[in-house]
């Protein structure tokens, strides 16, 4: 690879050449290059200097919003719940933004392809931007969660662009280190998400946990318009052309319109069985099983769709190439991306509500108890990509690895007593294994997917491991918010009033209106609903490991 710099430009051109074609080059190069050289040069261009940064910049600002969203809002939940009255529906504040996030991951990455990755990244941003101004505003915790749904679709192209657009800003062997920079927006959101919703909630309105995201949203969104390159073909058109070409009927037949209902609609069935059974509806009544068997079959045909397309002359393109699962590794490391995520995002909404529910922590104080799981992951993600760009670690010993990791910490807070309400020292030293863990494994899983993935299908592979890996998440958080609920409800309603636990169930500040035994005997039963939770963590944390050790070979690949 020979790296070459124009005087006068801000652009790197890279050159991809054999160590013999070196040498020929080397000997027939002159102030006018042979016509042969020029057919061996195989040159794609890159930004860098002050027009890199900034757009890293923008870029940088847009991730830290979108993932801020999920860190701010966990230690908040509380207080939010509190000022609308809908206790009982809080994980909704969370579930409704992961399930669109999770929804359109896979799809934003198609419609990169044929919209073009630019246009797609700006309208998350703006999407992000207006729901969050909406999400602000909002009078009750029906409009909340409705909003939230669809500032997560924002979110969800955010996120499933700039992993596609990385690649192609930084030369391959720069990419580890850039997405080491990449990656310390998750240590920033990690450390100030908790403790900034912790102190706007106690200084001032849980309104501005959204209402902030919009002088940030408008900044990234002129920095990327200004600053990420258009493609060669769209430069040589007039604004009105490009606008034209992308709605034209020949862009917009490739759009897989079958495949895009039957994901989105199988992912929305699914976590709303598993978010409402056993609260609002029984596990055996119509719509929740109804919810589950049509879930279950959407997914079927979309897998049957999905191959008759990739299969057939049709001009539409898949939303996902099942090509891509066919051989072993490619597939196991889809896997590994959902098994792996169920404890990590349970366990940042969870650790604060139950610091709150059982331990009667402030919002302040409860944000502050999950720093150590928080703090650790992106660190360890950084961590991991230099061991991996400086030190050539092969990516799966590292995943192996950090699937281990995870197993031990989750197992290790089963240990401790089901109803202990105070919190043990311990706990915070099985947060730091678990987020060595979930970090350690985030980038490699990424980096292990660029290496055995074709190029031509890695922005999809990337969009699918974001999708299962926070689709886990989702299905994680909501089994167990209905673990707790379930297990809660009947003990809490032995020792309370029907309308005091109707008061629990709108605000967990009624139970400080309890009498101390009281108060014991409800705090006891959250701890113990909190204890099932983990048990379920632990048991999907270690298939999670599992699958991670058929990502073996014989010789482990390296990053490329």
């Known amino acids: 690879m020979l790296l070459a710099r124009s005087p006068s430009s801000d652009v790197v051109h890279v050159v991809h050449i054999t160590n013999d074609q070196s040498r020929s080059i080397m000997e027939e190069a002159g102030p006018t290059p042979s016509k042969e050289t020029l057919e061996l040069e195989k040159t794609v261009l890159y930004l860098r200097g002050w027009k890199l940064w900034l757009l890293t910049a923008g870029l940088w600002i847009g991730l830290f919003l979108s993932s801020l969203e999920s860190t701010i809002v966990s230690t908040s939940l509380v207080s939010i719940t509190n000022a609308l009255n809908g206790f009982i529906l809080r994980d909704w504040i969370v579930t409704a933004y992961l399930l669109s996030y999770t929804s359109f991951l896979t799809i934003y990455a198609k419609f990169g392809d044929i919209f073009g990755r630019k246009t797609m990244l700006l309208l998350a941003l703006t999407l992000f931007t207006v729901f969050s101004t909406l999400c602000g505003v909002s009078s009750n915790i029906v409009e909340l969660i409705t909003f939230r ?217 409860a944000g502050l108890a999950s720093l150590p799981l928080l703090l650790t992951a992106p660190l360890a993600t950084a961590l991991s990509g230099f061991l991996v760009e400086n030190l050539a670690v092969p990516p799966f010993y590292l995943i192996t690895i950090a699937s281990a990791l995870q197993l031990v910490g989750v197992g290790l807070t089963c240990s401790f007593p089901a109803d202990a309400i105070a919190v043990p020292t311990a706990q915070y030293g099985y947060e730091i294994i678990i987020g060595i863990g979930f970090g350690l494994g985030l980038t490699n899983l990424y980096i292990f997917a660029r290496a055995v993935v074709p190029e031509t299908n890695l922005a999809v592979m990337i969009g699918a491991l974001t999708q299962l890996r926070v689709l886990g998440g989702t299905i994680s958080l909501a089994v167990c918010a209905t673990i707790l609920n379930n297990h809660t409800a009947p003990r809490v309603e032995q020792v309370v009033s029907p309308q005091q636990a109707q008061a629990i169930s709108n605000s967990l500040l009624a139970i400080n209106d309890l009498t101390p035994a009281q108060q014991i005997a409800v705090r006891s039963a959250f701890a113990e609903g909190y204890h099932k939770q983990n048990i379920f963590m632990a048991v999907l944390t270690g298939i999670g490991l599992i699958t991670s050790c058929f990502l073996w070979e014989k010789t482990p690949r390296k990053a490329v």
């Open 149 to 365: 749904a669809f500032q997560g679709i924002g979110a969800s192209g955010i996120y499933s662009m700039i992993m596609a657009i990385t690649p192609s800003i930084v030369p391959p062997t720069n990419y580890g280190k850039y997405m080491a920079i990449v990656s310390t927006v998750f240590i920033v959101a990690s450390v100030l998400g908790p403790v900034m919703g912790g102190v706007i909630n106690s200084r001032s309105s849980w309104r501005w946990i959204f209402l902030l995201n919009i002088p940030g949203g408008m900044v990234s969104f002129i920095l990327v318009a200004v600053y990420l390159p258009m493609s060669e073909a769209s430069l040589k058109l007039s604004p009105r052309q490009r606008l034209r070409r992308k709605f034209e009927r020949s862009t917009l037949a490739r759009i897989d319109i079958v495949g895009i209902f039957l994901l989105l609609a199988s992912s929305v069935l699914l976590i709303f069985a598993l978010e409402e059974g056993g609260t609002r509806y029984f596990w055996n009544s119509a719509a929740i099983v109804s919810s589950l068997v049509i879930a279950i079959v959407l997914v079927i045909v979309f897998v049957i769709w999905e191959t008759f397309l990739s299969e057939s002359t049709m001009v539409q393109e898949p939303v996902f190439p099942p090509s891509i699962a066919k051989d072993r590794l490619p597939a196991t490391t889809l896997a590994t991306s959902f098994f792996t995520s169920f404890a990590f995002i349970a366990m940042v909404v969870n650790i604060p509500q139950k610091m709150q529910a059982v331990s009667d922590f402030s919002p302040v104080e």
